[in-house]
């Protein structure tokens, strides 16, 4: 695929999906513990990954990126993509765990907002997709503002989410502030530089638009997934908040010697 420009697809790596009853688990989790003062991308698949297989092809023949419409016009199919690098400064709090979010003092992997901008001739689509735990929406409806007034894109024609990573900074506000309700309330140092982040990045997305086609793949990637509902020996106690017994149990632990089988399929 000499010449061929595509997508990175976004790597697979959470330690708590690792099947958690065995060495290797026990081994990484040991290194989670080391680490757990570093900023790391999620590596794990998503919206992007979906959309992975957009493959950038200026060596094509107008024949496969054009199409004729019925005035005669050439409509060229093009995308564009743009990893925005939005690695907040050491000391910020990592979240994503339990207790008070532990500050950054190394950087294992810069975080980006990867930008994803399709253009048939006619429509223009921003997909965005965060390396963050949790993006509040008011973060993306400023980013949405933002682009729009740059480019004149409606927001409706733009789609954002994130990694879900548990090795990033807050992007929902600090403290309780995260956990709250926030409309209307002004945003933060850290959700101020990323809505203007994601801007920058779907500015040059935009202007890497080239001649484009797509295509889709599947992978399959089990050795990095763990179910995490268990069904539990009989006699264990699984209480729910309703005063009731479960019938399975979701996270039950490392190495608990109660575990049964998965759920479901694992």
């Known amino acids: 695929m000499k010449g061929i420009e595509k997508i990175k697809w976004l790597r697979v790596h959470q330690f708590d999906f690792r099947p958690k009853h065995t060495p290797t688990y026990k081994k990484l989790l040991a290194i989670e513990n080391k680490t757990c003062s570093i900023f790391k991308s999620n590596l794990r698949l998503n919206l992007c990954c979906m959309i992975a297989l957009v ?48 500050p950054a003092t ?13 253009d048939d001739s006619e429509t223009r689509l921003v997909f965005v997709v965060v390396d963050n735990v949790g993006v509040s929406s008011e973060v993306f409806d400023e980013a949405k503002r933002l682009i729009n007034a ?21 992007a929902a506000g600090v403290g309780e ?10 945003l933060d140092e850290y959700q101020t530089f990323l809505a203007r982040r994601i801007l920058d990045g779907v500015q040059v ?9 797509i295509g889709w793949g599947v992978g399959s990637v089990p050795q990095h997934l763990f179910n995490r509902r268990w069904k539990m020996k009989p006699g264990t106690p699984m209480p ?4 009731r017994q479960d019938k399975v149990v979701m996270n039950p632990g490392v190495g608990n010697p109660n575990l049964l089988e998965p759920a479901g399929a694992n």
Request: aromatic share 8%; net charge positive.
């Open 177 to 186: 502030k995260r956990r709250g309700w926030n409309k209307e309330r002004v």
């Open 240 to 243: 729910n908040p309703f005063g």
């Open 106 to 118: 190394y950087i294992h992997d810069q975080l980006h907002a990867r930008c994803l901008v399709l």
């Open 150 to 170: 740059a480019t004149a894109i409606p927001k409706e024609q733009m789609l954002m989410s994130s990694t879900h990573t548990h090795s990033a900074t807050s």
């Open 205 to 213: 997305a935009m202007n890497n638009l080239q001649p484009a086609r």
């Open 55 to 102: 493959i950038y092809a200026p060596f094509l023949s107008a024949q496969n990126t054009t199409a004729v419409t019925g005035s005669g016009q050439n409509k060229v199919f093009k995308a564009g993509a743009y990893a925005s690098n939005i690695t907040p400064p050491l000391g910020e709090g990592i979240v994503g765990n339990f207790g008070t979010p532990p």
